[in-house]
């Protein structure tokens, strides 16, 4: 079963960019790296070969999920979002009802997540309690020691 997934314009180029060097740069890496162990003699206890076979199957793999990521990819047009309620691509400020604690997350596509600039995953859990929020509204968040609460405080689609 196939998954839509919603990009930005940005998002979208990057897995575009990981998918050609791939196949352009990586791909013919593992075939030299295979030939080079072969021609080392005995294939039955060539354990660089194993390991260059393995190398390929994985790379193959990443390319075919990648392929499969971008076939079901759909770009996401910001200027169209809907600020009242919290979507993909939103932007959200937060407050944290125990801790007092604001942040602002931009709620994105698990392949864009990068909590270190401050997008999250529309899967993660933060992300599935915010999405259909508005401002004003408490979002309730089940983590591993109990319940967060979080204020909606502004939604913006920059």
Known sequence: ??????????????????????????????????????????????????????????????????EETLSNARLIDESQLDTSKVLVHSTVKIKNQTNGMEMTYKLVAESEADLKTGKISVNSPIGKGLLGKSVGEVAEISVPNGVMKFDVLEITRD
């Open 1 to 66: 079963m196939s998954k839509v997934s919603y990009y930005t314009e940005e998002g979208l180029k990057k897995l575009r960019e990981e998918l050609e060097h791939l196949k352009s740069v990586e791909r013919p890496k593992a075939s030299q790296a295979i030939a080079e162990a072969r021609d080392k003699g005995d294939l039955s206890e060539n354990a660089e070969y194993d390991a260059a076979k393995e190398a390929q199957g994985l790379l193959e793999m990443r390319i075919s999920k990648l």
